[in-house]
T-cell receptor
């Protein structure tokens, strides 16, 4: 069974540009999560989808970040315009069943974003 | 405020030298404590979930235990391939749909 995949693995952009990250969850997983790790900090929650619906956006840092999950399959996270502090590693995770945190979340390899 | 604190930050062991990693947490109504392993350049890889005090789980050279305030990840006779960052995470108080992570313990096992 394929795991969570993320694209691209690395992205280097200039401040003010736009970047779109993609996540493909494990097939059949209704729950999809985005997390971020900035340099020297812990992994932090960004948001949670159940199918195509946003259930919790409490971790999104500001309105420059837009996440979508059209059709309840893959998800995209767009940063527009990117700022220096957006640099970090963005992880996607997915889980099966009810979406309660006690369900095991399986993580993708991450996208390393560098904003210059 | 919910907190997850891991110690030590870094640990260097000789191959075969057993030790333990600590994860202490302050959340109300724990609904699971998760251990993950993360290798450089990769995402966290799930190891264990513990739900109640006294629970133990084992996988190869790893054993995770849970009390009401902390969890331990015991590593018995480690090998160089056990070198990685070990992360623990819990659902924060009042939320069942996200994980709060500790900062991790970077384990290096020398041959």
């Amino acid at each position: 069974e394929a795991g969570v995949t993320q694209f691209p693995s690395h992205s280097v952009i200039e401040k003010g540009q736009t970047v779109t990250l993609r996540c493909d969850p494990i097939s059949g997983h209704d729950n999809l999560y985005w997390y971020r790790r900035v340099m020297g900090k812990e992994i932090k929650f960004l948001l949670h989808f159940v199918k195509e619906s946003k259930q919790d956006e409490s971790g999104m840092p500001n309105n420059r970040f837009l996440a979508e999950r059209t059709g309840g399959t893959y998800s995209t996270l767009k940063v527009q315009p990117a700022e220096l502090e957006d640099s970090g590693v963005y992880f996607c995770a997915s889980s099966h069943r009810t979406g309660l945190a006690t369900d095991t979340q399986y993580f993708g390899p991450g996208t390393r974003l560098t904003v210059l | 405020e919910d907190q997850v604190t891991q110690s030590p930050e870094a640990l260097r062991l000789q191959e075969g030298e057993s030790s333990s990693l600590n994860c202490s947490y302050t959340v109300s109504g724990l609904r699971g404590l998760f251990w993950y392993r993360q290798d450089p350049g990769k995402g966290p890889e799930f190891l264990f979930t513990l739900y109640s005090a006294g629970e133990e789980k084992e996988k190869e050279r790893l054993k995770a235990t849970l009390t009401k305030k902390e969890s331990f990840l015991h590593i018995t006779a480690p090998k160089p391939e056990d070198s990685a960052t070990y992360l623990c995470a819990v659902p924060p108080t009042g939320s069942a749909r996200q994980l709060t992570f500790g900062s991790g313990t970077q384990l290096t096992v020398l041959p």
